[in-house]
């Protein structure tokens, strides 16, 4: 696995310290809410599985936790076909503050969508914390807009800490640039 990585673009170390700051950011303005009771902690899965499993063990806040599977990237593919719902999402989310958990904010499609969802489900404030936001040329900074983001990362394909490539090196302890492919399909 670790043969299939260009370099190194973010350590375990960096990241361990990036998602403390995050959760203290996060906590001190959530802690503010009338009824911390009803913030729900999303994670968008299955990227954000390890990033989320850090995060929220350090938010010391009463909330549920509810999962959103979303799928942009088919297979071997690193660009999006677009995200969309893969299963259900709680229906009624009326009184709810929610808090999105993603991997990375690439076109900001994915958080559009679910916010758009969130909103139509009753939610009375919706906020996103993406580990990495991608700085894109293409895009406009209001496509790109989140409440915490981790880390502004280059335009490149990365893989590790939940972020994959054809669902492999999501068990990677940091955040790798991928070999151009294909590392994997011997002739
Ligand atoms: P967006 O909808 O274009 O913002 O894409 C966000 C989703 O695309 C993320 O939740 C990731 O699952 C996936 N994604 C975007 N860039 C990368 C990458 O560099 N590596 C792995 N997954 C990525
Ligand atoms: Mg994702």
């Known amino acids: 696995m670790l043969a ?3 370099s190194i673009l973010i350590t375990e170390t960096q990241i361990s310290a990036r998602v403390t700051a995050l959760a203290r950011s996060i906590a001190a303005d959530l802690v503010t809410l009338p009824r911390e009771d009803e913030i729900v902690f999303m994670p968008i899965m299955n990227g954000s599985i390890v990033f989320a499993a850090d995060l929220m063990r350090q938010l010391p806040l009463k909330m549920r936790f509810r ?3 979303i799928s942009s990237y088919p297979g071997t593919s690193t660009t999006s076909r677009g995200p969309h719902i893969v299963g259900s ?5 009326r009184g709810c ?6 991997d990375i904010l690439d076109s900001g499609q994915t958080l559009q969508l679910l916010r758009s969802e969130m909103q139509q489900r009753g939610a009375v404030s919706i906020r996103a914390c993406v580990l990495l936001r991608k700085r894109l040329a293409t895009t406009t900074s209001e496509a790109q807009s989140c409440e915490y983001v981790g880390f502004e990362i280059p335009d490149c394909f990365v893989v590790g800490y939940g972020l994959d490539y054809d669902d492999y090196y999501r068990n990677l302890p940091h955040i790798g640039i991928l070999k151009p492919p294909p590392f994997e399909v011997p002739a």
């Open 4 to 6: 299939d990585i260009e």
């Open 67 to 69: 999962v959103a599977m």
């Open 89 to 93: 999402l709680p229906e009624d989310l």
């Open 97 to 102: 503050h929610m808090l999105l958990v993603d």
